[in-house]
C-alpha cells in the first residue's frame, strides 16, 4: 500500500502528463486560424502544433535527464519547467499583440522545452514496484486521453465565452486564450508542487548517476519494438486529433468551436476505454495485450478510409465510429509500452529507457500533429491501416523478447 506521500505526489504526476497534454491539445481548433490571422498558411498551423513536442523530444527530455544524472531533484526539476512553460504559454498569447509567427515558433519551443514529460514514468519506475507498475502507468497514460478529451472542450468554451462576452482585442481573443489560459493552470500547478509533492524515497539511493554493472547492450529487441511502438501509437493520436478537427472544418464545414465539441466527446469515449482497461491488465500480460490491442487498431482503421459516401451524416457515422475504436486502440498500446520499457531492463538502466521511451513517444506527437495537417480524406485511412498493421507485425514476429528482465524491479 503506497505512503500517503506517495500518493499525493503520484496524483502531482497525473496532474502533470494532463497539463503537458491539454498544453498541447487545446491550441488545435485554433491553430489554423490562428496562422491565417497571423498571414501563414495551413501547414505553418500543423508547425505550431509539432513543434512543442519536438523541443521538448531533442531538446527536452535530454536535458531533463542529464539534470537528473548531476543530482538534481525531481521536484526542483518541476518547479524550473512549471515556470519555464508559464513563460512560453504567456508568450504565445503575445504573439497576438507582436503579430509575429516567429514569436508563436518561438513560443511553441520554449513551452516544448520546460514540459518535462519524463518526470512522470521516472518518479513511477522509482516509487512504484514492478507488480503494480503496469495499473498505475494505465492510470498515468489515461490523463492523457483524458487531456485529449477537455484540450478541444475548453478551447470550444473558451471560444464560445469571448463570442458570448463580445471579447475581441489584440491581446485578448479566441487565439490567444489558450495561452492566457494555460499559463495560469501552470501556475497553479507550480503552487501545488511546492506545497505537496515528494521526492521518491529511493532517490538518493537508485540516482540515474549510478554506473551499470550489466554488461548486455542497451538496445535489445524488445526494447526496439517498445520504442517503434510507442512512436506510432503517439503518432496515430495526434495525427486523428488533427486530422479528425481538419476534416470536420473543412469537409463537414463545421465551426472551431462545433469542431472542438466533437473531438472532446470522442476524446471522452476514448478515455472511458482506457482507464476501463487498467482492470483488465491484472488478467493479460502486457505484451498478449499489446498484441491483440495492436490488431483490434488494424481492424478499426479500415472504417477511417474514405469510401465515398452517400451522404454527409453517414460519412460521419462510420468516421466516428472507426475513430473512437482506434484511438482507444492506439492509447492502450500506448499504455502497455508505459509500462513495458522499464521491465525489459535491469534496475539500473530503468532511467535511461524511461528518457529514450519518453523522448521517442515525443517524436512520434510532433511528427503526428504535423502529418495530420498534410493528410487528406482520401490517404488518411490507409496511413492508419498500414500504421497498426506494422505495429502487429512487428509484436508477433518479437513477442518471445517482450518478457521482463530478471533483474527488473
Not at 491553430?31 to 512543442?52: H, N, R, V
Not at 492566457?180 to 524515497?201: D, G, Q, T
Not at 498478449?288 to 454527409?312: E, Q, R, W
Request: aromatic share 12%; net charge neutral; proline share 4%.
Amino acid at each position: 500500500m503506497a505512503s500517503k506521500g506517495v500518493s499525493r505526489s503520484l496524483w502531482m504526476m497525473y496532474y502533470l502528463i494532463f497539463l503537458i497534454a491539454t498544453n498541447m491539445v487545446i491550441i488545435i481548433p485554433t491553430a489554423k486560424q490562428y496562422a491565417e490571422t497571423l498571414g501563414a498558411g495551413e501547414t505553418f498551423g500543423g508547425l505550431m502544433i509539432s513543434l512543442s513536442p519536438f523541443f521538448q523530444c531533442v531538446i527536452g527530455i535530454p536535458m531533463n535527464f542529464f539534470m537528473l544524472k548531476s543530482g538534481l531533484s525531481i521536484k526542483s526539476i518541476l518547479m524550473m519547467m512549471t515556470a519555464g512553460s508559464v513563460l512560453g504559454n504567456v508568450l504565445y498569447a503575445f504573439a497576438g499583440l507582436l503579430r509575429s509567427p516567429l514569436a508563436i515558433l518561438a513560443a511553441r519551443a520554449v513551452t516544448g522545452l520546460c514540459q518535462c514529460q519524463l518526470a512522470g514514468p521516472f518518479y513511477i519506475a522509482k516509487a512504484v514496484g514492478i507488480k503494480h507498475r503496469t495499473q498505475v502507468m494505465f492510470t498515468f497514460a489515461s490523463f492523457t486521453a483524458l487531456a485529449f478529451t477537455l484540450g478541444p472542450l475548453l478551447a470550444g468554451l473558451l471560444e464560445d465565452f469571448l463570442k458570448d462576452l463580445h471579447i475581441e482585442n489584440l491581446v485578448l481573443d479566441s487565439d490567444t486564450i489558450p495561452g492566457w489560459f494555460m499559463a495560469l493552470l501552470y501556475l497553479f500547478f507550480m503552487l501545488k508542487v511546492f506545497f505537496f509533492f515528494e521526492n521518491p524515497a529511493a532517490e538518493a539511493a537508485d540516482s540515474p548517476s549510478q554506473e551499470s554493472s550489466d554488461d548486455a547492450p542497451f538496445l535489445s529487441a524488445g526494447l526496439l519494438v517498445c520504442f517503434t511502438c510507442v512512436f506510432a501509437a503517439a503518432s496515430a493520436n495526434t495525427m486523428c486529433e488533427v486530422f479528425a478537427i481538419k476534416l470536420a472544418q473543412e469537409v463537414w464545414s463545421w465551426s472551431v468551436s462545433d469542431s472542438a465539441y466533437y473531438m472532446s466527446a470522442v476524446m471522452a469515449v476514448v478515455t472511458c476505454i482506457s482507464l476501463g482497461s487498467a482492470y483488465l491488465t491484472q488478467f493479460v500480460q502486457d505484451r498478449t495485450g499489446l498484441l491483440i490491442c495492436s490488431l483490434v487498431g488494424a481492424v478499426f482503421a479500415v472504417l477511417l478510409i474514405d469510401l465515398g459516401y452517400p451522404s454527409k451524416m453517414a460519412y460521419v457515422a462510420v468516421f466516428t465510429l472507426g475513430l473512437v475504436a482506434y484511438q482507444a486502440a492506439a492509447c492502450v498500446v500506448r499504455n502497455y509500452i508505459y509500462a513495458m520499457v522499464s521491465k525489459l531492463v535491469p534496475t539500473k538502466r530503468k532511467p535511461l529507457a524511461t528518457a529514450t521511451s519518453q523522448s521517442v513517444l515525443l517524436l512520434g506527437r510532433s511528427v503526428g500533429s504535423l502529418f495530420g495537417a498534410l493528410l487528406t480524406p482520401e490517404s488518411f485511412g490507409a496511413v492508419q491501416v498500414s500504421l497498426f498493421l506494422g505495429i502487429s507485425c512487428l509484436t508477433g514476429l518479437c513477442f518471445s523478447k517482450l518478457m521482463p528482465h530478471e533483474k527488473a524491479s
